[in-house]
């Protein structure tokens, strides 16, 4: 699947998207936002703070419970600050 | 009919207002609502709105959806723009038609509040000192302002 990261989570990661292949055994948001902690100190700065972090799955915003199975493309982002 | 546009240019919130009366003679109030970008008493060079292309345009069109189904309104207009902006520039417009302005002016803050917490948009503040001000902080009060319609 496609991750793609807004704002300071981008920053921090130092990109906007990837390709990521999480094992069978990450099965919701939460799980990933984990997994994707231990690919290096970066990622754990990004989502040092798991609550504040929101997810949208293929476009539409989702909680952290949310099952990851069929998506396509994730997105992490802080929350919004347009208007 | 509703128009939802997500642009870098700007935009004129009087001939967008007038689009929605054009030729009708059933349209009893007009609200409209531009929001700017302000200096922060001098402080602030520009802002720099980035944006989620396909959801922030799919995340405007949910909300007019929730809009038109709350309040029997006429037309909807939302423009949202994306990129560096100066100070006493404009950033976002709302404007609703409806038979009478208590449904306009429902609609019209209704979709403010909403745009402002659920449409993929973050501000970065560039300050005038050349130091980055960084990313604007989502606010607590945008969330109560939200949070009030689903009572």
Redesign the interface.
């Known amino acids: 699947m496609k991750a ?1 990261y ?3 989570v981008r920053e921090r990661i130092g990109r906007s998207d990837e390709e990521i292949a999480p094992p069978a055994s990450v099965t919701d948001v939460e799980g990933l936002m984990t997994w994707l902690i231990g690919r290096g100190e970066e990622y754990a700065h990004a989502f040092e703070n798991q609550k504040v972090i929101r997810v ?1 799955i293929d ?3 989702v909680k952290h419970d949310a099952p990851i199975a069929n998506a396509r493309e994730i ?1 992490f ?7 | 009919m509703a128009t939802i546009r997500v642009q870098a240019e700007d935009f004129d919130p009087a001939a967008e207002a007038a689009a929605l009366t054009d030729g009708r003679t059933d349209v009893g109030a007009v609200v409209t609502f531009t ?1 700017l970008c302000r200096d922060e008493g001098g402080v602030l060079e520009t802002l720099e ?4 292309p ?2 922030a345009e ?2 405007l069109a949910r909300i007019v959806k929730e809009a038109e189904a709350r309040w029997p309104v006429q037309g909807v207009v939302v423009i ?1 723009r994306y990129g560096k902006i100066a100070p006493g520039e404009r ?2 417009m709302v404007a609703v038609s409806a038979w009478h302005r208590s449904e306009a002016f429902c609609a019209a803050e209704f979709l ?1 509040d909403f ?10 503040q560039n300050l005038a000192d050349g130091k980055s001000g960084g ?5 607590e009060a ?1 969330d109560k302002a939200a949070e009030k319609w689903t009572r």
């Open positions: 793609v807004f704002a300071w949208a476009q539409t915003h997105a982002f802080p929350p919004m600050t347009g208007g | 929001g709105l980035e944006h989620y396909g959801m799919g995340e949202h950033i976002v403010m745009l402002k917490t659920q449409a993929p948009f973050w501000k970065r990313w604007v902080e989502g606010k945008d």
